[in-house]
């Protein structure tokens, strides 16, 4: 954001803060106030980035640095490694520990809390895409780590998880498609302490969107590109300082890296139902001039970054359909009704089993196409048989908890409302995260 649009942010805030004050009522201030807070926000799109992180290009000769593919085996086997079990299990305490408290906080404010992002690069969640060569924490390919790291993360809180994820997914199409130019330039400002806000923005707006069919338009002009569209649900989009587009060039859709500090890249909040603590918004593309190199990844590169995108909301999408279980099991145990609890009941008990069934059924198929992935397969079809099942048994599962709670399913005091608005987003989100 500009100076002036910090200012205008602070202002608002300020707005916000005056217009809840009882003292508007009792002096006849109300209604002047709320109409100067809706001529503030009534403006609509502002410039984006023209105050972040600048990027020094940086010539690096040679050849693009690439995580190594995993071994071959002929043996169906999904269990995690020792070093994949560490992963997933200190994200899971982070999880635990730092997500869960702020979440219902984070969901109302339509932002993460700004110290959450640093406390996640100490456990090295924005480099596991990245070759160790370049500053990464891993030099074997394994979407499997980044699989097991986003459903870990999504048990806490999806919003949040998705907040933290974006900027990871952004450095591993870098680290998967980037040249030895785009990587030397960008992957730097995610192996620091502080990883750069970014997100990988695919979605559009309108129904039944298909990311192999753009609005979004890359035209060649002059020695570069000229970039025209709009971008919708992007994660931190009013803070991003990169973003991975997709657009609609003359040879099929395509991926290019855009500074938000460009010339005409422009954003507007836009809260939705779910995943609200991502800070999603929409990211305006007018005529957005861009240099030659931008382009990152065209024809089966591009079909594998979708792949990869939708195995990431599968891995989100079992995650937080665990954390609605586990919320339920004790609550059915604990919930006496009749004289005894309500998990003695068949038609609860049954329900509950249901729902353990399901998740089972959402985490091997995404573990599968993770693995398929990771031995240089293709993932496309094992990824849209999880993708459909995480989307449709998600939303089921989400939609038990509320009723096995009964009313306390439908009142914000109790998580499990939050987790149902959240997994509605597997099925309709494309690109944000990355594995």
Known sequence: MTVADKGMEVGLRAMRAVAGLPVLDRTGLREPAERALFQITKNGFSAAGTAGRTFARAQRAGRPVRQRTGERTDLFDLTPTDEQQMVAEALRDFAGSRLRPVAQAADAACAPPESLAGEAAELGLAVLGVPEELGGAMSERSSVTGVLAAEALAH????????????????????????????ATYLPAFTSDAPTPAAVAILERGALFDPFELTTTARRAGGGWTLRGEKA????????????????????????????????????????????????????????????????????????????????????????????????????????????????????????????????????????????LDRGDDAAHATAIARRLCADKGMAVGSSGVQLLGGHGYVKEYPVERWYRDLRATAVMEGAVMV
């Open 156 to 183: 806490g809180d999806m919003g949040l998880a998705v907040s933290l994820l974006a900027p990871a997914g952004v450095a591993t199409a870098l680290a998967a498609f980037g040249d030895a130019t785009q990587q």
């Open 233 to 372: 649900l992007v994660p931190l989009a009013g803070t991003a300082d990169l973003l991975v587009v997709a657009a609609a060039t003359e040879d099929g859709p395509a991926l290019f890296v855009v500074e938000t500090s460009s010339r005409g890249v422009e954003y507007q909040a836009e809260p939705g139902m779910g995943v609200r603590a991502a800070a999603t918004g929409v990211v305006a593309l007018r005529d957005v001039p861009l240099p030659d190199d931008a382009l990152l990844a065209r024809g089966a590169e591009y079909a594998q970054a979708v792949t990869r995108s939708r195995l990431g909301w599968c891995a989100l999408a079992a995650g937080c359909a665990m954390a609605v279980l586990d919320h339920v099991i004790p609550y059915v145990n604990e919930r006496r009704a009749f004289g005894e609890p309500i998990s003695h009941r068949q038609a609860v008990a049954f329900a509950v089993a249901d729902m353990a069934i399901e998740i089972e059924g959402m985490r091997l198929t995404t573990y599968r196409g993770a693995s398929l």
